[in-house]
T-cell receptor
Framework: ETGVTQTPRHLVMGMTNKKSLKCEQH?????MYWYKQSAKKPLELMFV???????ENNSVPSRFSPECPNSSHLFLHLHTLQPEDSALYLC??????????????FGEGSWLTVV | AQTVTQSQPEMSVQEAETVTLSCTYD???????LFWYKQPPSRQMILVIR??????QNATENRFSVNFQKAAKSFSLKISDSQLGDTAMYFC?????????????FGTGTRLTVIP
């Protein structure tokens, strides 16, 4: 049982498609994150939201568009992706990214394949 | 910039035995946090153990313990009485002490297989 749930777990999309990944946390946290996990590379932070406000964009291409309507939900909108964007996308949350050292809890990830 | 190095891409251990996974990191910070996460085949990243750099005492969590050597910038994970459910990828991660975003810097991971 995870406090951070992601849907869909698997997604295959064409380069011209528009799709979205959804994340919901049930932990009462205020900060949410998107990470990208590619083969043979360390996890990369993409975006951070704290109290619904974006506090970090780690030089992510504009074909990835995050949305955080409230502290419990986080979306990643995808459009005109490239095959190299195929990866596992992990959502995470923590109590408050403005307070240092809070443990970050992860969801199970969404496998994305771009064809 | 912070870097985290896990020099053992793969390791195996016999069930009930003890195994140690290595991690080194590079930082100019004096205060920070270190974590070990486990990623089983389900792909969920699960926190195993956490260490605050200002604490000299090594963190322990049941069968999991760390050997934190601040001067050497080393943070190894020891798993005692290994169980089949410990089979997973293990990631070492570093977090700076700062306000604002809590960014975790991850190593490339060690794949641990527990052999029955």
């Amino acid at each position: 049982e995870t406090g951070v749930t992601q849907t869909p777990r698997h997604l295959v999309m064409g380069m011209t498609n528009k799709k979205s990944l959804k994340c919901e946390q049930h932990l009462g946290h205020n900060a949410m994150y998107w990470y990208k996990q590619s083969a043979k590379k360390p996890l990369e932070l993409m975006f951070v939201y704290n109290f619904k406000e974006q506090t970090e964009n780690n030089s992510v291409p504009s074909r990835f568009s995050p949305e955080c309507p409230n502290s419990s939900h986080l979306f990643l909108h995808l459009h005109t992706l490239q095959p190299e964007d195929s990866a596992l996308y992990l959502c995470a949350s923590s109590r408050d990214s403005g307070t240092t050292g809070n443990t970050i809890y992860f969801g199970e990830g969404s496998w994305l394949t771009v064809v | 910039a912070q870097t985290v190095t896990q020099s053992q891409p793969e390791m195996s251990v016999q069930e009930a035995e003890t195994v140690t996974l290595s991690c080194t990191y590079d930082t100019s910070e004096n205060n920070y946090y270190l974590f070990w996460y486990k990623q089983p085949p389900s792909r969920q990243m699960i926190l195993v153990i956490r260490q605050e750099a200002y604490k000299q005492q090594n963190a322990t969590e049941n069968r999991f313990s760390v050997n934190f050597q601040k001067a050497a910038k080393s943070f190894s994970l020891k798993i005692s009485d290994s169980q089949l459910g410990d089979t997973a990828m293990y990631f070492c991660a570093f977090m700076k002490l700062q306000t604002g975003a809590n960014n975790l810097f991850f190593g490339t991971g060690t794949r641990l297989t527990v052999i029955p």
